[in-house]
């Protein structure tokens, strides 16, 4: 049998952290005070202008690769997840597997979910490994969320950062990714989305981050607990035996009520939102590779990774790491 198992990880975050109090003094209406109480997010990281989710996927990439002691010739399958590529197309994965100087590679295509998109990349090369059909491949999460962010709407723009995180994962003997569960439900598409598009030279409709965040706060803590059962029923696993849950970084409060939900007390779930924001796809994998080298998460720990986002879509990951 063969299984697939995260051999390496890495991530990136640009330029340095820009605090709550440095976005009152660049003109936003807001406080501190105000966005950690709601959120917890205390700062976040914002791209260059001339930085697009490539280049921060390049270097996320190039880290999982040295950590899982490959070279950028043994990846034979290129899934980036993200919301914010760099070109209507070629692909954002395309654009990294240039970067990385890989020729004549394996398969490289973006796949789009939103904030659950690591979830989708993950399962969707695992099945890739799975099958066979590929040896080591590099799943990404990779976000410059800033540009689609209305900065004079404070409801919104106080919350998302820029980040991309990646990990390798390869085809093994002994089992790594033990169940995955992916969702959608599109009718919920207008409580979170970006509803423009670009024809004929011209933005036609909104190109900024719309959301109900009430709406989306009721739907996240309910698919969230929902999903991260469905894997864990579907491995013969108790909640109790997992060894940190490591959930979409959206909201402090949607964080706590997901695990209040599970069982799993706080010091088991690894949060980073304070001082990356919300980067969308790029949130669990940032937060996994930083648990990682921080030590906290080691080779045999069990993990559930899940996220939700625009769509709407929701998924779950239960690891062996
Ligand atoms: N600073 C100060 N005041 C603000 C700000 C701000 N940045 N933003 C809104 N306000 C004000 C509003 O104007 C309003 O004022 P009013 O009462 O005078 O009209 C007041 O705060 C309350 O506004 P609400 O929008 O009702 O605030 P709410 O308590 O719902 O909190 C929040 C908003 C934080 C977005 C909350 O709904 C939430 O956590 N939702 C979850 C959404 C989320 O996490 N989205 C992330 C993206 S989705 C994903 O990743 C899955």
Known sequence: MIYARIAGTGSYLPGEPVSNDDLVKRGIDTSDEWIVSRSGIRSRHLAAADTGASDLARVAAERAIEAAGCEAEDIDLIIVATSTPDYIFPSTAALVQSKLGIRNGGAAFDVQAVCSGFIYALSVAEK????????????????????????????????FGDGAGAVVLEASERPGILASALHADGSHHPILCVPGTVASGQVIGDPFLRMDGQAVFKFAVKVLGDVA???????GVQASSVDWLIPHQANIRIIQATAKRLGVPMERVVTTLDHHGNTSAASIPLALDEAVR????????????????????WGAALIDF
Do not use: M, Q, Y
């Open 229 to 235: 059962n469905e894997v864990l029923d579907a491995a």
């Open 294 to 313: 921080a030590g906290r998460l080691r080779p045999g720990h069990r993990i559930v990774v899940e996220g939700v986002g625009g769509g709407f879509t």
């Open 128 to 159: 890739f490994i799975r099958s066979g059909s590929n040896k080591r491949a590099l799943v990404i999460g990779a976000e410059v969320f800033s540009r689609i962010l209305d900065w004079s709407d404070r409801g919104t723009c106080v919350l």
